[in-house]
């Protein structure tokens, strides 16, 4: 049974910085693709960042330079460093896992539905 289970969200101001983790068990964890997508209110889901089983990372433009994607091989951990935190970032942060990894995960960070499992997603806010 696949589970993620994200942490790390909360309330910081702009400029500010947050790490997100998601913690994942019952799946392939070096064969697959794992990533970060978000909502805001009102708003569709959109990927933020991916990491290719093969370790190629992938970024949308709104974040680049500003978030960094990683693994934690040995914790089974992903993990978002989010710096220079704006508002338009607030949304609610969810991990997933794509388990057949067929496409780079650039596909997958323009296609959330492609995605296989999803967490339960946690929650950032930042105020201006």
């Known amino acids: 049974q696949v589970q993620l289970v994200e942490s790390g969200g909360g309330s910081v101001q702009s400029g500010g910085s947050l790490r997100l983790s998601c913690a994942a068990s019952g799946v392939a964890y070096n064969y697959v693709h794992m990533g970060w997508f978000r909502q805001a209110p009102g708003t569709g889901r959109e990927g933020v960042a991916m990491?290719?089983?093969?370790?190629?990372?992938w970024y949308a433009d709104s974040v680049k330079g500003r978030f960094t994607i990683s693994r934690d091989s040995a914790k089974n951990t992903l993990y978002l460093q989010m710096d220079s935190l704006k508002p338009e970032d607030t949304a609610m942060y969810y991990c997933?896992?794509?388990?057949?990894?067929?496409?780079?995960?650039?596909?997958?960070?323009?296609?959330?539905?492609?995605?296989?499992?999803w967490g339960a997603g946690t929650s950032v806010t930042i105020s201006s």
């Open positions: 990491s290719d089983s093969d370790g190629r990372v």
């Open positions: 997933a896992v794509n388990n057949n990894a067929g496409l780079r995960g650039l596909y997958y960070l323009k296609n959330p539905d492609q995605m296989d499992y």
